[in-house]
């Protein structure tokens, strides 16, 4: 079984300022975990994604996320955040194994004040 | 883009209607996925299919009838909808099935029931 919570429903920053967003797992096996981002209106966008390999994980648009198994989590970071990422955020799991798919947090609400 | 095209973007039906969504990726990917995202609730799969075949189920009503002709193609076809079936329909593709590789999103497909 697996699960992933995330931390925040909302998180508000100013623009230039750092962004955070929570991410925890609960994985039976050797996870892939992810980060998708979803602007109004639209379909879920890939940001990054962690499968084994280095634990810091670099992504688009300067979001970077570091897997951390003892604490068991992958938290989403940006040093300057911009008007043009507010959005949801999602972090994801996956064990593999068929047919599981993927399985989703509630998503963070990513609010950037000028 | 991301390669995963849904349509229409929108749709709005009645109880009694009869109407299908539709997706299809030239990604070449054999995973193609349905998912449901309602407002404050986490994104909820309702069908797998791997290589044209239904491989997952998630307990979806009766009401909501998948199909996948070809790799490429994938629907949902819809009758006697229930208002709390309004959402957004997302589809998804991933190379395989296996959870190690990131599904790639279409934009959805914003379903209204009235």
């Known amino acids: 079984a697996q699960s992933v919570t995330q931390l925040d429903s909302h998180v508000s920053v100013s623009e230039g300022t750092p962004v955070l967003l929570r991410c925890n797992y609960s994985?039976?096996?050797?996870?892939?975990l992810f980060w998708y981002v979803q602007h109004p209106n639209k379909g879920l966008q890939l940001l990054l994604k962690?499968?084994?390999?280095?634990?810091l994980v670099k992504g688009i648009n300067g979001f970077e996320a570091e897997f951390k198994k003892s604490e068991t989590s992958f938290h989403l970071t940006k040093p300057s955040a911009h008007m043009s990422d507010a959005a949801e955020y999602f972090c994801?799991?996956?064990?593999?194994?068929?047919?599981?798919?993927?399985?989703f947090g509630k998503g963070t609400h990513l609010i950037i004040q000028p | 883009e991301t390669g995963v095209t849904q349509t229409p973007r929108h749709l709005v039906m009645g109880m009694t209607n009869k109407k299908s969504l539709k997706c299809e990726q030239h990604?070449?990917?054999?995973?193609m996925y349905w998912y449901k995202q309602s407002a404050k609730k986490p994104l909820e799969l309702m069908f797998v299919?791997?290589?044209?075949?239904?491989?997952e189920n998630n307990s979806v009503p009766s009401r909501f009838s998948p199909e996948c002709p070809n790799s490429s193609h994938l629907f949902l076809h819809l009758h006697t909808l229930q208002p709390e079936d309004s959402a957004l329909y997302l589809c998804?593709?991933?190379?395989?099935?296996?959870?190690?590789?990131?599904?790639?999103f279409g934009q959805g497909t914003r379903l209204t029931v009235v």
């Open positions: 998804a593709s991933s190379q395989d099935l296996g959870g190690k590789l990131e599904a790639f």
């Open positions: 994985s039976s096996y050797s996870p892939s």
């Open positions: 962690y499968t084994s390999a280095a634990t």
């Open positions: 994801v799991v996956s064990s593999g194994g068929g047919a599981d798919g993927l399985t």
């Open positions: 990604l070449g990917h054999n995973a």
């Open positions: 299919y791997s290589l044209e075949e239904r491989v």
